[in-house]
């Protein structure tokens, strides 16, 4: 039988999920890895792969690799990255992005403390005049050069906020103009997600025990994977929302035109459908999700806590506490400010109360997200899945529930490894 694997590199860590040819989960493995060290990236990719059980592992077709959208890196002409990653949230001081505001149109998406142009526009200020020629990848592109040995290889998904035209399916010529006055910097091609980039390096099958014809082709980001995760095998219709509800939390609304709008952080996602031929992903990401959950409460907490929800508050009800709950200063959507200070007070001594707050607030944000969505012209949202750990917490749904106001359906997969093996077996 035939498998197909899919790598997800997500917030909180790494997981592989191995499909048949009919789209049933076979295997599934996971391994933590430091977001800002590419040497733990490289360790979990094998560990993943390797633990992948043995009869499943040597009958892989084909692997595609999701990572962290904005995530990136520079790397030298043997791959080597020359400095740590920038990662998604990391934000560019204002003189980079009074220099990007120099180079790109207004009001395009990079103008963004944590676009991929921005930090490449950083990293190159850093660097002065290289004197020999330098990688600029994503995450995914370089997680998937180290199986297939081809640098400067992305896909039109990562590449979306460096600058690139998903509808004219190029590098824009401000771009094109801005590579050539720096050719020391390699921009990374860009191809469809899931065509094949080439064959896995010989010396890798040897190490992970994978067939030698295994393919290995462009990625995604890790939203993108988890919108076709929570839509599954079957063929999604317009208007179909996805929320994703990790670390952050990414919106997403499946829409037959593209809507831009930097001022909110809003962009659009190319999404070829072998049925549906060329719609648009059309959504943002905010800052807020678990990973500020975690500043105050364990996982064990968070457990214990939403179970205490549901016999002491009723979610049905409105939370009087109004945050706007950030792990750190500044946010992307739907609020677009770097300098968005984090709103966590007053904070109750009781922290079933607290909890409640956080999940109210991030309700409210999250239905003002698909509101201003649907008031910049995306299709109309008909329903909506999540994906994510923030999927499991039934209170969070209720709550969620009574401000969406839209049909909320269950997810049989939410796992982004599953969206990016389905992408696997497209091709």
Not at 138 to 144: K, S
Not at 382 to 404: P, S, V
């Amino acid at each position: 039988m035939n498998y197909f694997l899919g790598i997800d590199f997500g917030t909180s860590g790494a997981r592989a999920i191995a499909i048949d040819e009919q789209g049933v989960a076979r295997a599934v493995t996971r391994h933590d890895y430091e977001i800002r060290d590419c040497e733990t990236w490289q360790n979990s990719l094998y560990e993943v792969i390797s633990a992948v059980p043995n009869e499943i592992r040597q009958n892989i077709r084909k692997i595609i690799i999701d990572g962290t959208s904005a995530t990136v890196l520079i790397c030298d002409r043997t791959g080597k990255a020359i400095a740590p990653p920038m990662i998604y949230s990391d934000a560019c001081e204002v003189e980079f992005i009074e220099h990007v505001k120099k180079i790109a149109p207004a009001q395009h998406l990079v103008i963004s403390a944590t676009s991929s142009f921005a930090k490449l526009i950083s990293l190159v200020k850093y660097f002065g005049k290289p004197s020999r020629k330098l990688y600029f990848l994503h995450q995914a592109d370089w997680l998937g050069y180290l199986l297939h040995g081809k640098l400067g290889i992305s896909d039109y998904h990562n590449a979306l906020k460096l600058g690139y035209d998903p509808l004219l399916l190029r590098y824009p010529d401000w771009l094109q103009d801005w590579a050539l006055k720096n050719p020391a910097i390699v921009l990374p091609e860009a191809l469809t997600p899931s065509i094949s980039v080439g064959i896995i390096q010989e010396e890798i099958t040897l190490k992970l025990g994978l067939p030698l014809d295994c393919k290995i082709g462009a990625g995604t980001t890790d939203s993108n994977a988890a919108f076709l995760a929570c839509v599954g095998t079957v063929t999604p219709e317009i208007g179909t929302a996805v929320t994703s509800l990790g670390s952050t939390m990414v919106l997403k609304i499946l829409s037959d035109r593209p809507i831009n709008d930097a001022r909110y952080g809003i962009y659009s996602h190319r999404f070829e459908h072998p049925i549906l031929g060329c719609l648009w992903l059309v959504g943002g990401a905010s800052n807020v999700g678990g990973a500020v959950l975690r500043q105050f409460f364990t996982d064990t907490q968070l457990l214990e806590l939403s179970e205490s929800l549901g016999d002491r508050i009723n979610p049905n009800v409105p939370c009087p506490l109004d945050y706007y709950p950030l792990p750190k200063v500044g946010d992307r959507f739907p609020i677009n400010d770097p300098n968005l200070q984090p709103c966590l007070e007053p904070r109750p001594d009781d922290p079933v109360e607290f909890l409640h707050g956080l999940l109210e607030s991030m309700a409210r944000i999250e239905a003002r997200g698909y509101e201003l969505l649907q008031e910049l012209g995306a299709s109309p949202i008909k329903q909506i899945y999540t994906a994510g750990g923030g999927a499991k917490n039934q209170i969070w749904t209720k709550i969620r529930d009574r401000y969406l106001r839209v049909p909320m359906q269950d997810s049989l997969q939410t796992e982004a490894a599953y969206g990016a093996a389905l992408l696997a077996k497209r091709f």
